[in-house]
């Protein structure tokens, strides 16, 4: 004759130590939350976060249609880690000689007199004890829309990836790039 244990037997039965199974399960799924939304983000969904900007910019019209390259309004992306914003003499090389009137182009056109720099939000937002350098994707022959997804299809620019660390590490791999932790935190 077997021994035979049954699924009862296995539960504690003193108050203690159930206490203490619940908790060290409740703790491992905390735990096991955090490490997935660590390195993949939120679980369920991508958050689309699009912020309302000072001015209406179609980057759909401008990258898209007028075909401008990303890169000759985000002059800093090529030379830094930040790619930056255009100036207001990069907005008006174009728009001085424009003829077309808009709501978004006068306030530009104020902007531009007074030489008030425009109050763009951010879309994307890295933490503090991440590194990125703009400069070393392009080097290295990445196209903006790996990351930021379709811009020139966009009327308003939005999230369409979420840079968590799942992102950058999948990205590292499969381009077989190094993946210590230097790479990116300093």
């Known amino acids: 004759m077997g021994y035979s244990r049954t699924t009862a ?6 108050i203690t130590a159930r206490l203490i199974m619940v908790l060290v399960i409740f703790i491992g799924g905390v735990l096991t939350y955090k490490v997935v939304y660590f390195y993949n983000g939120p679980i369920l969904s991508l958050s689309t976060f699009t912020p309302e900007q000072p001015i209406a910019f179609s980057h759909k019209l401008h990258a898209g249609d007028m075909k401008v390259p990303c890169q ?14 255009p100036s207001l003499k990069t907005c008006d090389n174009c728009h001085a000689n424009l003829t ?5 182009i006068t306030a530009l056109k104020k902007n531009i007199e007074t030489n008030t720099p425009i109050e763009w939000n ?5 933490p503090d004890h991440v590194w990125f350098s703009h400069k070393r994707h392009i080097k290295k022959g ?4 790996e990351c930021h997804g379709p811009v020139e299809t966009m009327e308003v620019v939005g ?7 799942g992102f950058c590490l999948n990205c590292h791999q499969d381009n077989k790039a190094p993946t210590d932790c ?5």
């Open 100 to 104: 077309k009137q808009s709501p978004a």
């Open 182 to 186: 230097y790479t990116c935190h300093s």
């Open 72 to 85: 000759y309004c985000h002059t800093y992306a090529r030379r830094s880690e930040m790619a930056g914003v």
């Open 122 to 126: 951010r879309v994307y937002d890295l």
């Open 9 to 14: 037997s296995l539960i504690p039965t003193s």
């Open 159 to 165: 999230k369409v990836n979420e840079h968590k660390m």
């Open 142 to 145: 990445f196209a903006c829309q």
